[in-house]
């Protein structure tokens, strides 16, 4: 989720929260005010009536109207003195409208000059609740919908500028590609954490730039002065092979030293090779057709197993599978993901390899399952590895499937491993 759209959201929700709580206190308030309002009305309407009854006698046997219904009643002196003047609501039965109409009670006593106490009792008709509620709710309802929408307005519009220089920065970090200079940042801005954070990034990238190229400078010199020794080495071991005064045991020895020698020389190429393949060093590019490559590789490989009576089953597709690779890459990766199935097959066993439009499939036949989130990790043998391995063809070849945007994974299906390279977009779909 978008941080505006995240921000925005909740923001939307603090105002349904606060308009809500804000309906209630009005609801609240307005109610209060209405009832403040009925009693004023009543005491003042009762004032004039008992002033009026004071004045004219006659007015004790009158009754009010339906909107202003009230009556006398005489009480002795002793109910006078208990006597508390009281508002409530009450309904009153209308026959005309055959129902109950809400009205506010007034209930008060006074004296008359003859000294009979009398109780009036007043009564104003008065909106009803349930009505009033549902008016209050429609507007208050209006209301927040007219007010969310010109808010919602705004503040996105106030949001995407506030944020437009993050936009911005976010967009040159995605323009940033290893081994390469950075790129300008335009990023005019006045808030000043948005200034300290392009500050940063471009601080940021220009280190990573010069580790980068200090990295990969290292690398290459130290693979390059590696080669040179070893080369010496490996000369003078041969020389000494070739001295007639060696014994049996000490040539056994030689032969080992020379081996040993071997994997180093084959450990520092693959070790530069990774290094290359994932500082991105392999810039050109090209569609592959991986069929093509297996068409070249296959029948040397074979040969070079023939002693282990593997039996090979090639099914190609109607299309053939084409990645968007450099080609020696490519070569590598095929090579490498054949090889280990030739190397780590069982002598007699099978080997299935499958091309589509948009994958390879390799099995090849096991004794038993491999851990899939070790297999492609850097000097990963499995238990049946065999010694003169690097423990980088895997990780090697997981590296360019990456480079290239393709999905490479394991798994053990019917006794057999099996190696699947499929294309990123295919696996998503």
Known sequence: MKLLHYTYRKLSLLLLLLMAAWGVLF????????????????????????????????????????MSFYKFRPISEEEAEDYDEKYYDSTVYIESEDEDEPVRVLKTVFRMPD????????????????????????????????????????????LQSVFRPLQRLLDWLQQIQPGKELPVLDNPTKIREFQQLGEAAVDMGNRS????????QFIENASHELQTPLAIVRGKV??????????EQQLKELDEIYATLGRAVRLNKSLLLLSRIENGQYTETEDVSVDEVLDELLPDLMDIYEGKKIHLVRIKGEEPFVIRCNLSLTQILVSNLVK???????????????????????????????DGEKLFRRFYRSIDGKK??????????????????????????????????VKESEKKS
């Open 27 to 66: 609801y609240y308030a307005i109610i209060d005010e209405v009832m403040d309002e009925t009693d004023d009305t009543l005491e003042n309407y009762s004032e004039i009536l008992i002033n009026n009854a004071l004045m004219d006698p006659s007015v004790l046997e009158t009754e009010g109207t339906l």
């Open 115 to 158: 000294g009979q106490y009398y109780e009036l009792e007043l009564m104003i008709s008065i909106l009803e609740r349930d009505d009033m509620v549902e008016a209050i709710l429609w507007y208050l309802g209006a209301l927040f919908l007219l007010f969310l929408i010109c808010t919602s307005i705004g503040t996105r519009l106030i």
């Open 209 to 216: 730039y010069k580790a980068y190229e200090e990295q990969k």
């Open 238 to 247: 041969e020389l000494l092979a070739e001295n007639e005064s060696m014994t």
């Open 340 to 370: 280990n199935s030739l190397v780590h097959n069982h002598a007699g066993g099978e080997l299935y390899i499958e091309t589509t439009s948009s994958s390879l499939i390799i099995k090849n036949s096991g004794e038993h399952p491999l």
């Open 388 to 421: 003169d391995s690097t423990g980088l063809g895997l990780a090697i070849a997981r590296s360019i499937a990456i480079s290239a945007s393709l999905s490479l994974t394991y798994k053990w299906q019917e006794g057999m491993h099996l190696f699947l390279l």
